[in-house]
């Protein structure tokens, strides 16, 4: 298998989740490729190409952490390939991390990602689908009602207000596009600079008040989800509970959160099995839910992560399950060719 992963940039990228999965792809012997998103080249008439780094065939890390080191080092092999040649492309590139200065980079891993999918690549998560879903949060007013906390999306400073009225002066404010706890606040009677905070968030784009839920206040947990399922290994599953740091109500692992293990509830495999069709008919093959208590608070269909703290914390090694089932796409699509649909075979278990 010819495997390329998608980041926002190759010399910035840390050891998580998709430096996991490659090494993995790695250690099963396929050819990995890694490239940024601003490493495609299209010229008219010809095939889409792309800047590519791999492992030196004298490389064997043993690591995740030490595949990474070589692939940003010197010894990296850089190389032009076709993108026709590719069996799979993943796109694991988060476009709300991108600074103001590549805002030409938010989009660029999807809309070349679609391209590569009429050349008949297996592109994961479906690249249309990933289209439709670019902002998540967005995405995520589309699900029942019934597993998220209320919420209003406006650029209305009055609606805001009436808002936070109606759910007894207690609200989280962000923007629609972010990510990591980025811009995230926790607004409540004895806020003072509360219109100041709505028209600091209004000129970056429209702004999501969600009712408070105090379970928050303990962390949230992160689902992780494979085909429309929670992903699984030997009974156990990627669920990791991210506990809010001193001082703070946000539980993202990046602004003080700790993760530790944590149990598939009743409540989390209720949320799992309303959204999973969903989920299956859009073409997501890897999501990550965040959730607190019975309530469904945020969902990443761009690059979900949490698989490196699942391992550190000694819960399991997820990568074999999610390079396992690539596997088995690839198989489905030599027996049945064009047959099968990229977003059908995207979450095909």
Known sequence: MKICFVVNSVETEGAGTTVYIMHEAFKRGHQVFIMGVGDFSFTQNKELSLITRSLPKSAKPETPEENLEILQSEKAKRKKINSKDLDVLFIRNNPTEEGTDRQWAEQSG??????????????????????????????????????????????DKEEILEFFEAHNKKMILKPLEGSGGRGVYLIDKNEKNLNQIIENLSKKGYIIAQQYLPAAKEGDV???????????????????KRVTGKGEFRSNISQGGTPEAYELTEDIKKIAEII???????????????????????INVLSPGGLDGLYKIGVDNFADVIMESIERKLEYKKNYGDRISNRELATMV
Do not use: H
Not at 225 to 230: F, Q
């Open 110 to 155: 999807v809309a070349f990602g679609r391209m590569i999918q009429q050349d008949g690549v297996l592109v994961l998560n479906d690249a249309y689908a990933l289209s439709y879903a670019f902002i998540d949060k967005l995405y995520f007013e589309e699900l029942p009602a019934s597993i998220k906390p209320a919420s209003l999306i406006t650029r």
């Open 276 to 298: 999973s069709p969903k989920l299956i008919r859009d073409g997501l093959f890897f999501v990550g839910l965040d959730v607190v208590k019975n309530k469904l608070i945020e």
């Open 222 to 240: 992160r689902v992780l989800m494979l085909n429309g399922k929670i992903l699984e290994k030997n009974g156990k599953y990627g669920i990791i």
